[in-house]
């Protein structure tokens, strides 16, 4: 049984010409199933009678469960998703004055570990599947459904929830094309933001296949401190990183690229530690964006969030230096949907969880 959230427009096709149908009907299935929300074969009525009657034998929509959707004090919305065997993801919806974003998870779980990160802490359980990723999207979707204008209100989306999006490569992108395509969802490529924490041969591979915003988790200015924080680093370290920053950005040279930067009590938040930053962007000669983040506490973290005084010190470094630079507003504290905070519950394969405990107890 086929699930179609699996398959963006040029797989359904295939798809479609293997169970000996017209390849237009690939357009038909994903307006029905994506710009009308519909998961009932029997009500996509301008489908022939033989092709609607067809379908439940072969092809099913099988969504993730929502299992729960609170909403914060501050109009953040969190869904919890079902994706079987006790493995539960996070979807975030933000809404702001002039847009709505939608957070999406990649993973049950990130095996990258970040040292200040939630979800690297849980450990690691599989990668999702595009159904699984997209379903994200429609469900949330159908929550929160069309503005008094009969616009939708999710207009901006970030592959930044749970897991490292460019590790699960090849379920990301046709959930990607299906965000763009206009039989689909329809957005503009600069309103889907891929997060990554600097896969670098992944980055090149995004550049061709799908070539959305990029933001790169960056949150230290040199190797000996980003190895620690970002354990990627050791593989693909800065010099490497920014050479692929500017390559992701040489066919649409007036895109740039947001790099994140997590504000940690007296790791990375010194005045000096922004000049050295200044330095290795000013060196790497491509159009970017700083995005500060305070960083969210969680049980068991080390690290301290950096008071408002070092977090403007540091932003001032960088935008006297020309660098537009953001302050991101934590959101959403009080259901856990704030940045990093993201945990989901995770099937551990990767005994993370495990080993932490027992250096616990050691230490
Ligand atoms: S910050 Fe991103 S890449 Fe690093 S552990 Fe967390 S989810 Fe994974």
Redesign the pocket.
């Known amino acids: 049984m086929q699930n179609l959230l699996d398959l963006d427009m040029a797989g359904l096709k295939a798809w479609l010409a293997q169970i000996g149908e017209k390849p237009f009907r690939a357009n038909q299935l994903l307006r029905w199933i994506y710009s009308r929300g519909e998961s009932d074969f029997s009500a996509m009525t301008d489908l022939a009678r033989t092709f609607r009657e067809k379908l439940p034998e072969v092809a099913e929509i099988r969504l993730p469960k929502v299992v729960s959707d609170k909403i914060s004090d501050d109009g953040t919305r969190k869904f919890l998703m079902d994706v079987g065997a006790s493995n539960l993801i996070e979807t975030v919806f933000i809404p702001e004055a002039d847009r709505g974003t939608l957070c999406v998870s990649t993973q049950v779980g990130?095996a990258?570990?970040?040292s200040f990160?939630s979800?690297?802490k849980q450990g690691f359980n599989r990668n999702l599947t595009t159904a699984e990723i997209i379903g994200q999207l429609w469900l949330a979707n159908k929550a929160l459904g069309f503005d008094p204008a009969g616009e939708r209100i999710i207009s901006n989306v970030v592959i930044m929830g749970?897991?490292?999006p460019l590790a699960n490569f090849d379920a990301l992108v046709p959930a990607l094309n299906l965000m763009l395509d206009d039989h689909a969802y329809g957005l503009s490529r600069r309103r889907v933001t891929v997060s990554t924490?600097g896969i670098v041969s992944a980055m090149d591979r995004l550049r061709e296949a799908c070539p959305t915003a990029l933001a790169v988790?960056l949150h230290a200015p040199n190797d000996a401190l980003r190895d620690v924080l970002?354990p990627i680093n050791q593989k693909y370290p800065l010099s490497e990183l920014m050479a692929a920053c500017k390559r992701y950005l040489e066919n649409a040279p007036r895109d740039f690229i947001t790099f994140e930067y997590v504000m940690l009590d007296g790791v990375n938040d010194n005045p000096a530690q922004a000049r050295e930053l200044v330095t290795l962007i000013t060196r790497a000669k491509f159009r970017c964006k700083f995005n500060l983040i305070p960083f969210n506490p969680f049980p068991g973290s080390p690290y301290r969030r950096s008071s408002r005084e070092r977090i403007s010190a540091f932003a001032n470094v960088l935008i006297g230096a020309g660098f537009v630079t953001t302050v991101r507003k934590t959101r959403g504290d009080d259901i856990d949907a704030a940045c990093g905070q993201l945990a989901g519950q995770v099937q551990d394969k990767t005994r993370r969880v495990e080993r932490l405990r027992i250096e616990e107890v050691r230490a």
């Open positions: 990130c990258l570990d970040c990160c979800t690297g749970m897991g490292e924490s988790s970002v």
